[in-house]
């Protein structure tokens, strides 16, 4: 067995535009591109379009509200995949493998990170100050995942998460100042 260097170049770019449409309240858009070409791997390239619009409100000081919506696309590119084993082994050990008995997993079965897939999302996100020291959030989000190209494996996903947090900072009152004559 072989152990070959995998390494990966990765490219990303992003532009976002954002509208104030009243006094606090904006609008946004933006796209971003992420590509990564990877060497030694079952895929080449893999590359992910993301195009997000977005509202974000501060309606009174205290409140902070953010909503966005995503859909991006991730293209897997080629899939090899018995690269692994066609560059990890020698030409004859490949010879003498079944691929169709020699392996637990079916080996058309795709790696989830290289796999084609199209994802719609919507994340939500509240804060409140009610004081100079106290924060609190709390965020929901929605995504839906579809496979399209896979064949074998998971074929499409939808999640839900949620979260919330609170935060205190002492302000004033324990920092004192020494002073050097």
Known sequence: RRNLPNSYRRNDGRIELGYEIFERTEISAGYEREQIDRSWTEADEVTEDQFRVGLHSRPIEMLDLRIDGTWSDRDGGDYFYNAPLAWGFSPEHVAEVDLETDFENNPLLRKNN????????????????????????????????????????????????????????????????????
Request: glycine letters at 14%; aromatic letters at 8%.
């Open 114 to 181: 290289f796999a084609d897939r199209e994802r719609i999302g919507v994340d939500a996100r509240l804060g409140v100050v009610p004081h100079e020291s106290v924060s609190l959030g709390a965020q929901l989000g929605w995504a839906n995942d579809d496979f399209q190209n896979s064949q074998l494996g998971l074929q499409s996903r939808s999640s839900l998460a949620w979260g919330f947090d609170a935060s205190w900072t002492p302000v004033g009152g324990g920092a004192r100042v020494l002073r050097h004559p």
